[in-house]
């Protein structure tokens, strides 16, 4: 069964610390994406990843990195986490080509105290 | 910002009846997409439509696509207590950007 894992379910932080999010996918996919999702807001594109090495910002990039260094591992750092940073994260992978769907993770929901 | 708009916002129904969610959305898009959520947890992709598709079926799941209008809907045909969750549309604007609403929560009730 093909899948999108994220390293933490549930993720408490303090105010200042640098963050670490991980997601590795098993299924080769070229593209991965980092979203947050807040309630009234639904889901929005942090950073997105078309090849190993390669990243582009989506529409809220501020306060957060990425690093893909292997084609299946993903990473979303938040170098300096803030309160408002408390959200849930969804990392989803697809395949190269324009017309597949998106494979999720289960999300982290992270808070920043 | 976000590309789709649903309607409702929540939508309260029996089992054995049928649910209709509406999308619209703002730009040109290469497909559009439907997904759900169950409490919490990550999205499943449903059904994905191309631009140059009016109509498309998957199980219980009917699909349509108004380009001109920039509106899309999702029809779940007797529906059951286990397709209670939120829905999202979401439309693939350029190559990588999957842009989504703020979804509809249904909630089906035996």
């Known amino acids: 069964d093909v899948k999108v894992t994220q390293s933490s379910r549930y993720l408490v932080k303090r105010t200042g610390e640098k963050v670490f999010l991980e997601c590795v996918q098993d299924?080769?996919?070229?593209?991965m994406f980092w979203y947050r999702q807040d309630p009234g807001l639904g889901l929005r594109l942090i950073y997105f990843?078309?090849?190993?090495?390669?990243?582009e910002k989506g529409d809220i990039p501020e306060g957060y990195s990425v690093s893909r260094e292997k084609k299946e591992r993903f990473s979303l750092i938040l170098e300096s986490a803030s309160t408002n940073q408390t959200s849930m994260y969804l990392c989803?992978?697809?395949?190269?080509?324009?017309?597949?769907?998106?494979?999720f993770g289960s999300g982290t929901r992270l808070t920043v105290v | 910002s976000q590309q789709g708009e649903e309607d409702p916002q929540a939508l309260s129904i029996q089992e054995g009846e049928n649910a209709t969610m509406n999308c619209s959305y703002k730009?040109?898009?290469?497909?559009l997409q439907w997904y759900r959520q169950n409490s919490g947890r990550g999205l499943v992709h449903l059904i994905l439509?191309?631009?140059?598709?009016r109509e498309k079926h998957s199980g219980r799941l009917r699909v349509t696509l108004d380009t001109s209008k920039k509106s899309s809907s999702l029809l779940i045909t007797a529906s059951r207590a286990a397709d209670t969750a939120s829905y999202f549309c979401?439309?693939?604007?350029?190559?990588?950007?999957?842009?989504f609403g703020a979804g509809t929560r249904l909630a089906v009730h035996p």
């Open positions: 979401a439309a693939t604007q350029g190559y990588n950007k999957l842009i």
């Open positions: 439509i191309r631009s140059n598709e």
């Open positions: 989803a992978s697809r395949p190269r080509g324009l017309d597949y769907g998106y494979t």
């Open positions: 730009t040109s898009i290469n497909n």
């Open positions: 299924m080769d996919h070229e593209n």
């Open positions: 990843s078309y090849d190993v090495k390669m990243k």
